[in-house]
């Protein structure tokens, strides 16, 4: 078996739902391993795909460990680990490889047999036919093609994920900006709320203070009780004696202030001086 056999096997089961030689395998991603290895001629590896490296027959496959620089050749079963498959693990025939990434051809990771790129995440090993030889009739430049095409679809992967996640960021900003506007928006209504309940409260004490004025011109056009007329008298004055104290020492302070303010800005002796003048204008 060869490359020649390999992409014979990958055209005949590409997109082919429900690939696999049981019952209970087909549709599933090792399905497709054991299709693969019924062309190669070899015995049923049974198991999970977690499993297919332990249930390995030696005398058949060679079993590689995963290493930070090994990678497998076209032609080996990938087997992926428990975290993949819902803990099952998950498996693939390799087309290309190397120390970064894999060109998988695998079942259900969803749907039927198609060809993805992969990394080496959770990667427990493959096996290697030892019936299988990279030998075949296919032309060098068309491996060397393949091998392009890998690499660039890579790059565009690594590139694709770069730019989403710029947009992420800008995303968030704009969130983040969102939110501060909605916040300024509730404020202002909050600070509108309240001037608008001032507002209320003003008018209705001008409209009690208005009440008030019309009950003591009343009384005044009809003065049967001057004690009571006296009394609602006092009892308008009261309020507006509240609001003037304020306003008057705040004026006694501007005055003191003033004061103050001619006092340091004519000389020592002026005073002094101003009254000997005045008692000379005296003796006049």
């Known amino acids: 078996m060869n490359l020649t056999d390999l992409l014979k096997f990958i055209f005949t089961y590409f997109n082919v739902a429900n690939t696999g030689d049981t019952t209970d395998n087909k549709g599933q991603c090792v399905g497709l391993i054991e299709v693969w290895i019924d062309a190669l001629g070899l015995t049923h590896d049974w198991g999970n795909a977690k499993d297919l490296l332990t249930n390995a027959d030696t005398s058949k496959f060679d079993v590689i460990q995963n290493t930070p620089d090994g990678f497998p050749q076209s032609g080996d079963i990938l087997v992926y680990g428990s975290q993949w498959g819902g803990g099952y693990g998950h498996t693939g025939v390799v087309v290309w490889a190397d120390a970064n990434k894999i060109l998988l051809y695998e079942q259900n990771n969803p749907g039927a047999p198609t060809i993805k790129l992969e990394g080496y995440d959770d990667c427990v090993g493959w096996l290697h036919p030892k019936n299988f030889t990279l030998t075949s009739g296919i032309a060098p430049s068309v491996l060397d093609t393949a091998n392009q095409r890998a690499d660039n679809n890579y790059n565009q992967l690594q590139t694709t994920l770069h730019e989403n996640s710029d947009l992420n960021a800008k995303i968030t900003d704009l969130q983040t900006q969102l939110q501060n506007l909605r916040d300024a928006f509730d404020a202002q209504t909050k600070a509108d709320a309240d001037t608008g309940a001032q507002l209320l409260d003003a008018q209705h004490n001008a409209t009690n203070l208005q009440n008030e004025v019309r009950s003591i011109a009343g009384a005044l056009s009809t003065p049967t009780d001057l004690p009571s007329i006296l009394k609602a008298i006092d009892t308008l004055k009261t309020p507006l004696d ?32 101003l009254w000997t003048k005045i008692k000379s204008w005296r003796m006049l």
């Open 242 to 273: 509240e609001q003037v104290k304020p306003l008057q020492q705040q004026a006694l302070s501007l005055q003191q202030a003033l004061d103050e303010l001619i006092y340091k800005r004519v000389p020592k002796d002026f005073w002094s001086k």
